[in-house]
C-alpha cells in the first residue's frame, strides 16, 4: 500500500508515520508526506496513492481540497481536531474520521478497516458521534434521524444510536433521494420501512428496524404514495 499523509506540523506528521509503519507492517510499500494543498495535490499526480491521512486545517487552507471533486481520489482517512467538519465527510471519498489527539489503536482499526474494505470509497456516509468517538455510518446502515435542537439522533440498522452534530433542516438538503421528511422532527430511509400502521384518528406510522416513526397528516399521502401504498 502507498501512503500519503498530509499533515503541516511535522511532530505529528513523523508520528502518523511511525503509527502507519508500525500498523501496516509489510503491507506498507511507501509512505510520502506533504504539507499543503499544492504538495498533497502534486504528490497524488506523480505517482498512484492507494490511501491518503488527510488533516483538515493546512495552514488556513482547507484539507478536503485536495481529494473534493477528483474523479479518482485515493481512498481517504481524516485525521483531524476539527471535530465539527465531520459533516463533510461524507461528500468526499472518505472511510474513517480519526480525531486528534491521536491514538494508535485508533489509527490501527480505520487502517484495517482501508485494508479490508476497499468497496466503501466512495459510499456514502454520514459522521456521527458513538462512544465518545466519530465513525461513518452507510447511509444504506441508517434507519431513522429525528431532530433534537441542534444534533439529530441517528438510528442505525443494528439498533445502535448514534449523533449528528448538524440541524434536520440542513441535513434534509443533502441526503439521497431514499430518505424523505416524514414529520417535522423525523427523516426515515423508506428502503428499512417494514409496515405502514394506522393509529387511532387516521393517523399513521412507519415500523422500521428498532424505530417507530410517526408521520404528519400533510405529508401522508405522498409517503403512502412513494412507499407504494
Not at 19 to 36: F, H, N, S, Y
Not at 99 to 110: D, I, M, N, Q
Not at 163 to 188: G, T
Request: charged share 30%; proline share 4%.
Amino acid at each position: 500500500m502507498r501512503v500519503l499523509i498530509v499533515e503541516d506540523e511535522a511532530v505529528a506528521a513523523r508520528r502518523l508515520e511511525r503509527l502507519v509503519a508500525a500498523a501496516l507492517g509489510p503491507k506498507l510499500c511507501d509512505i510520502a508526506i506533504a504539507e499543503t494543498v499544492t504538495a498533497g495535490r502534486l504528490a497524488i499526480a506523480a505517482r498512484r496513492i492507494d490511501l491518503v491521512l488527510l488533516d483538515l486545517d493546512l495552514n488556513g487552507a482547507d484539507g478536503f481540497e485536495i481529494i473534493r471533486g477528483a474523479p479518482d481520489a485515493p481512498r481517504t482517512i481524516v485525521v483531524s481536531a476539527r471535530t465539527d467538519r465531520a459533516i463533510d465527510a461524507f461528500d468526499n471519498a472518505v472511510i474513517d474520521f480519526v480525531s486528534k489527539p491521536v491514538t494508535e489503536g485508533r489509527l490501527a482499526r480505520a487502517l484495517d478497516r482501508a485494508l479490508k474494505a476497499p468497496a466503501a470509497v466512495g459510499e456514502m456516509s454520514l459522521a456521527v458521534r458513538s462512544g465518545g468517538r466519530i465513525q461513518l455510518a452507510p447511509f444504506s446502515r441508517i434507519v431513522a434521524l429525528s431532530g433534537a435542537d441542534d444534533y439529530v439522533d441517528v438510528t442505525l440498522i443494528d439498533g445502535r444510536k448514534a449523533l449528528h452534530d448538524a440541524r434536520l433542516d440542513d441535513l434534509e438538503k443533502r441526503l439521497p433521494s431514499q430518505f424523505r421528511r416524514v414529520h417535522r422532527s423525523h427523516i426515515v430511509n423508506l428502503v428499512h420501512v417494514q409496515e405502514v400502521r394506522t393509529l387511532p384518528a387516521g393517523r399513521r406510522s412507519l415500523i422500521l428496524p428498532g424505530a417507530q416513526i410517526p408521520v404528519s397528516r400533510r405529508r401522508a399521502a405522498k409517503i403512502l404514495a412513494a412507499l407504494g401504498v
